[in-house]
């Protein structure tokens, strides 16, 4: 039975030929950049070095030395927040619409007396405003963090919109980009972005374990590693300024050289693929409205992912039903987000996300469908 993957929002099935290519001909390299003088180690800190620019460009960052490479968005996230935290103090601003790798983080900074923690429910039930961030600050207020795009239901925040209202207030502002790579455009400098975090395998159609942390600010966050950098050896102090200050230990090389594939893939295909993702979201929108007792929780079409429960059955055992009976990967439960699934009175049931790419297809939509409307009459 053919696989139907529809899991792209956990991470992308398809991996572009340039993208794999990319990896094995930094693999064949094998040299750690810039930590010898040899040929091979130079080679790979230009290749570094190249696709530092190459995400400076994409997201508009001040100086590519502020890219900071990480394993994934959490660790950029992590990197972010607490080092941030070592810097200052007072509130935060947080919606109840973000990912663990955010909250968690926060969470522990709240109950370590770092910081207070104001947590934003959207007042329109499906994203969040600037009016809801601007109702939420304090005076003591330093940071502001929104995702781009909710990884539950893939509605897209007005990350414009309270990028400039915190500009305006002097606040910092960090966005999660993890689920928006690929599919919207954002420039750091034009949407007041301070600090921005990324990981390559969902939209960018990287392997797992390549992120970045971008910052444009002049608050650099501390570093929460040390290590070895390569520079400043005779020194028992971590380097101070970005990269190296941020960057401890061996660069995932091969990874990184994927990412700039995977960005330069993006950008080539990114209208074409985004109208195929859109068009497609709105066909599976259409039909999973004909099935009954169904709550679909995914307002927006920009990202290809739609979420529901049907009434009376669990988010997991539908996923299950699918993957063992119509080999259909879909993801069930709390997707890591339990505020969102609070907020929606979802908490016990879950959510079934779907969430497509490119490659996806109408027929796989109907063959979802038919799986669906089987389930819902072998549990009745």
Known sequence: MKLIYFDNAATSHYKPLCVKYAFLKALKISANPGRSGHKLSIKNLN???????????????????????????????????????????????????????????????EKNKKITLTKVKPQNKMFITKKDIEEAIRQDTFLVCVGSISNVTGN???????????NSKGILFLVDNAQGVGHIKID???HHINFLTFSGHKGFLTPQ???????????????????????????????????????????????????FAGIKYSEKNFK????????????????????????????????????????????????????????IAVRGGLHCAGLTHEFFGTLKSGMVRVSLCHKNTKK?????????????????
Request: with cysteine; glycine share 4%.
């Open 272 to 327: 074409k693929h985004n109208k195929r993702i859109t068009e497609l979201t709105e066909y599976l929108q259409a039909r999973l409205k004909e099935i009954k007792d169904i709550t679909i929780y995914s307002s927006m079409t920009l990202s290809g992912v739609v979420s529901f429960t049907i009434k009376d059955y669990d988010s997991e055992e539908i996923s299950r039903y699918l993957d063992t009976n119509y080999n």
């Open 156 to 166: 897209k925040n007005e990350i414009e919109e309270i990028g400039k209202f915190c």
């Open 188 to 190: 750091m400098k034009k």
């Open 47 to 109: 290749l570094v070095y190249k696709t530092r620019l190459q995400v400076a460009k994409h997201f508009n960052v001040d100086n590519e030395n502020n890219v900071i490479f990480t394993k994934n968005c959490t660790e950029a996230l992590n990197l972010a927040l607490q080092g941030i935290c070592l810097k200052k103090s007072g509130n935060v601003v947080v919606s109840v619409l973000e990912h663990n790798s955010v909250l968690r983080p926060l969470n522990t900074l």
């Open 209 to 259: 374990g390549i992120g970045a942390l971008c910052i444009n600010s002049n608050v650099m966050p501390s570093p929460i590693f040390q290590g070895g950098t390569g520079t400043d050896s005779e020194s028992l102090e971590q380097p101070k300024y970005p990269p190296e200050s941020l960057e401890s230990g061996t660069l995932a090389t091969p990874l990184i050289c994927s990412l």
């Open 364 to 380: 796989e939509i109907d063959t979802l469908i038919k799986a669906l409307n089987e389930f819902i009459q072998f549990k009745a």
